[in-house]
Antibody, heavy 129, light 108 residues
Framework: QAQLVQSGSELKKPGASVNISCKTSGSTFRNYALSWVRQAPGQGLEWMGEIITNINTNPGTPTYAQGFAGRFVFSLDTSVSTAYLHISSLEPEDTAVYFC??????????????????WGQGTLVTVSS | DIQTTQSPSSLSASIGDSVTITCRASHTISSHLNWYQQRPGKAPKVLIYGAYRLQSGVPSRFSGSGSGTDFTLTISSLQAEDVATYYCQQSFSNPPWTFGQGTKVDLK
């Protein structure tokens, strides 16, 4: 599976913006899509949405989970095999570890079975005045 | 959206015990259910995909079963390195994908 390397921790003030990068190994994105997953302190995993990376399936198309449209923007730079999560108007409640996760698909007669087979190491974003 | 509910939220077991975690989906999801292990301070790691398919490199003491709405993850003989939080995740049809709330496993 792909190796995903994320950018380092960030400390931001409320109202600021942050950009988190997720670089894949090799020269191309190897997964079908790349998801972003949030984990607030002491909490579980929350799927934020995904961006298609497969070159045959509308690469760059984002899908946002409920509650993550607007201030959260996913983007791709295929020239450097890197995905980005941009968060604007940061709030203290955005304090969390953000993971990127590569989606692979297993196929059988019943269709595709998506699952996350590669993960970045996580990026801690702390929002505090 | 399809919701997934895990139980229990936490459990304690001894080395060598068999451990079972359950996950229930709010709608039928065929076999589109994955299991992840997250050790403290680390990124999650896939153990099982498609309900019962063991990811390459994962020890055979981990197994998954179920279809439709009810699924289980079993650790046949708990080891010290299995102390972690385990999450189910559904991937049926189209996004949004959803995770269960997690089951924390520690040693008795």
């Amino acid at each position: 599976q792909a190796q995903l390397v994320q950018s380092g921790s960030e400390l931001k003030k409320p109202g600021a913006s942050v950009n988190i990068s997720c670089k894949t190994s090799g020269s191309t994105f190897r997964n079908y899509a790349l998801s972003w997953v949030r984990q607030a302190p002491g909490q579980g995993l929350e799927w934020m949405g995904e961006i298609i990376t497969n070159i045959n399936t509308n690469p760059g198309t984002p899908t946002y989970a409920q509650g993550f449209a607007g201030r959260f923007v996913f983007s791709l730079d295929t020239s450097v095999s890197t995905a980005y999560l941009h968060i604007s108007s940061l709030e203290p409640e955005d304090t969390a570890v953000y993971f990127c996760a590569g989606e692979s698909r297993y196929y059988d007669r019943s269709g595709p079975y998506p699952y996350f087979d590669s993960w970045g190491q996580g990026t801690l974003v702390t929002v505090s005045s | 959206d399809i919701q997934t509910t895990q139980s229990p939220s936490s459990l304690s077991a001894s080395i060598g015990d068999s451990v079972t975690i359950t996950c229930r989906a709010s709608h039928t999801i065929s076999s589109h259910l994955n299991w992840y292990q997250q050790r403290p301070g680390k990124a999650p790691k896939v153990l099982i995909y498609g309900a019962y398919r063991l990811q390459s490199g994962v020890p055979s003491r981990f197994s998954g079963s179920g279809s439709g709405t009810d699924f289980t993850l079993t650790i046949s003989s708990l080891q010290a390195e299995d102390v972690a939080t385990y999450y189910c995740q559904q991937s049926f049809s189209n996004p949004p994908w959803t995770f269960g709330q997690g089951t924390k496993v520690d040693l008795k």
